[in-house]
């Protein structure tokens, strides 16, 4: 059973349950009224399928940011705010032919409006699909954005804020089989006491700062999952529900890079939270149903080629980025193997996996250290 979410009909979250509910009562996918507001994370670590940690916590440390992970998309849903002047659609009023409330006939690309469900809506984790941009099949993106609306109490309260992001080779689109299978270990983010926003919250997170990164699909085809609690037990595996959150809503215009090609999304509003019900909890966001008319809508999220393994300009070992590859580069090497977010610091023109990822496997870690020192006495790394 596929559950209908609708701007222009009432939405039928929770197959059953919301069927059951006064018609003026059941969510209703609406604009958000004023911008967003940009937070960066205190501290950041990875995190595998079990949920456990697979880094240390990182500080991060960045102070903003510093634009010296991936530089190209690869996969584009996050329009930043750029309002207008007109009001938002009404309920039951979509943007059709032209709208400068939608932008250009189909497209997306100048709507001036995040959507969610109001601030009385709870849905703390969501599983979507995605294609990356031909040619960045299997390899991995080192900066991510996303978007979300913190509701807690309400107006005046606060809870601790953890969000986790994992991709998945295989996501699901038949209601049925598990949303997303065969997943690829994420990252983790502590965003620390967050009070409720007036808003919705919105970060920008270079992971290259601290050697992380997300892992593109083999194919090129898989889904994307964020999740947000209130408390996480590294050593159990466990995260803590939050209060009130749910994660933005917006469409990608024709020519963003990457696709999203399914109309399912799978949308977290039944107990127990923080688990998918592959049959309850699947929504359609389609053509008809979502503000604009063209397309699927998702909710904002970016991925960023990382350059390890697409390193123009840059040389392998060349740790203090000086354009050499000598003996002036074993210390910043093992800074970079014992301190990373330092490391960027001190050499941000370097990126990480570029400069000593010397075997190759996706990692800066003590497995580099032997081919490092064999790349130096060979004059350069292998290809």
């Known amino acids: 059973m596929k559950t209908i979410i609708s701007i222009t009909a009432v939405a039928t979250l929770a197959a ?60 584009d849903i996050f329009e930043g705010d750029r309002r207008v002047q007109p009001s938002p659609p009404t309920d039951g009023e979509a943007c059709g032919g032209y709208d400068p409330r939608c932008g250009s006939p189909g497209e997306c690309s100048s709507g001036a409006y995040r959507w969610f469900f109001g601030t009385a ?42 969000i986790a992001v994992f991709t998945a080779e295989d996501f699901s689109d038949n209601c049925f089989d598990p949303a997303a299978s065969n997943g690829f270990d994420g990252v983790v983010l502590d965003f620390g006491v967050l009070g409720a926003g007036t808003s919705y919250y919105w970060t920008d997170i270079e992971l290259c700062l601290s050697g992380l990164f997300l892992e593109h ?40 890079p990457g696709e999203h090609p399914s109309e399912v999304v799978y949308v977290d509003t039944d107990p127990p939270f923080l688990e998918i019900d592959p049959v309850l909890e699947c929504n359609l966001f389609g053509p008809g149903f979502i503000p604009c008319p063209m397309g699927n809508m998702g909710y904002m ?18 740790t203090n ?41 996706g990692a800066v870690n003590g497995g580099d250290i032997d081919p490092f020192f064999v790349a130096l006495a060979r004059g350069g790394c292998s290809p």
């Open 16 to 75: 059953g349950l919301a069927l059951a509910d006064p018609p003026d009562e059941r969510p209703r996918l609406q604009a958000a009224q004023s911008a967003g507001e940009l937070i960066l994370p205190l501290r950041i670590a990875g995190i595998g399928p079990d949920f456990k940690l697979t880094s240390p916590w990182y500080e991060y440390s960045s102070g903003g940011v510093a634009g010296v992970c991936g530089q190209v998309l690869a996969f």
């Open 121 to 162: 809506f709870h849905a703390p984790m969501i599983i979507n699909d995605f294609v990356v941009e031909p040619g960045m099949e299997g390899l991995t993106s080192d900066r991510i954005q996303f978007a979300w609306f913190w509701g807690v109490g309400g107006p005046g309260t606060s809870e601790q804020c953890f």
């Open 217 to 256: 699909p083999v194919d090129g085809a898989g889904a994307y999952t964020l999740m947000a609690a209130s408390d996480f037990d590294p050593v159990g595996g466990t995260f803590t529900p939050p209060t009130l959150a749910q994660f933005m809503f917006w469409g990608m215009k024709p020519d963003s």
């Open 301 to 318: 999220f970016n991925m960023y080629l990382s350059s390890n393994r697409a390193c123009a300009g840059l040389i392998c070992g060349d």
């Open 321 to 361: 980025c000086d354009g050499r590859f000598d003996g002036g580069d074993i210390d910043p090497f093992f800074l970079a193997l014992v301190d990373p977010v330092v490391w960027q610091t001190r050499f941000p023109l370097c990126e990480l996996l570029c400069a000593a990822d010397i075997n190759g496997d």
